[in-house]
């Protein structure tokens, strides 16, 4: 398999022919979404997930399927037979990839804001995108993406995120807030400069790809 980076929470995994995007928000090129053979959204806050995009896609590809949340199912005129709404537990075979969706719900911004919906995918056995949240499936992960900075977390919780799930290897994504400061900083306490894990991290920049 080969993992592309797309920008912010967006990434594209593929397999020859096959293409599986997940999370093509907002701050991402639309692009991504060119010659995909399904979506995977996680939850529905428009860095993740723009509808109009979305249906846009699915107007002009008959076969496009799209797996996500029950919330953004509804959002996508309600679950059918190119939309579905999968939870926490289910495993699936989505363009031919071993699909397995863990967790429920978004991460705490503030108690005072209502959470969302959000379920993370891990695809092929090997890469795991957790959308926003912390969530650790509970099985060997090659390859973690882990959100690097967001209104919801600080840099010790993401260490001890990447700790938690012990994968392989792990590349940045939601990193669309940060400067090129920020995004060094962030590197050094996951790296040489931190308190350390046990996974290797690295930052695919938009564009970029990396077999699996």
Known sequence: MELTKHGHACVVISDGDRRLVVDPGAWTDPAALEGASAVLVTHEHPD??????????????????????????????????????VGDGDALTVAGFDVQV????????HPELP??????????????????AFTVPGTPVATLLV????????AAEVI???RAV???????????????TGLGLMAGLLGERGPGTPTPYGRLTPGEAVEL
């Open 147 to 154: 959100p690097l900075h967001a209104p919801w977390s600080k």
């Open 102 to 109: 863990h967790g429920e719900w978004h991460a705490v911004v």
């Open 166 to 180: 012990d994968a392989d290897q792990a590349f940045a994504v939601h990193d669309g807030l940060l400067n090129d």
């Open 48 to 85: 993740h997930f723009v509808g109009d995009r979305l249906r846009a896609a699915l107007e002009a590809d008959p076969a496009l399927e799209v797996w996500t949340n029950p919330s953004v199912a509804e959002q996508l005129d309600g679950p059918g037979s190119r939309v579905h709404a």
């Open 115 to 132: 959470r969302v919906r959000n379920v993370g995918f891990l695809v092929g056995g090997q890469v795991f995108h957790p959308g926003d």
């Open 160 to 162: 001890d995120y990447v």
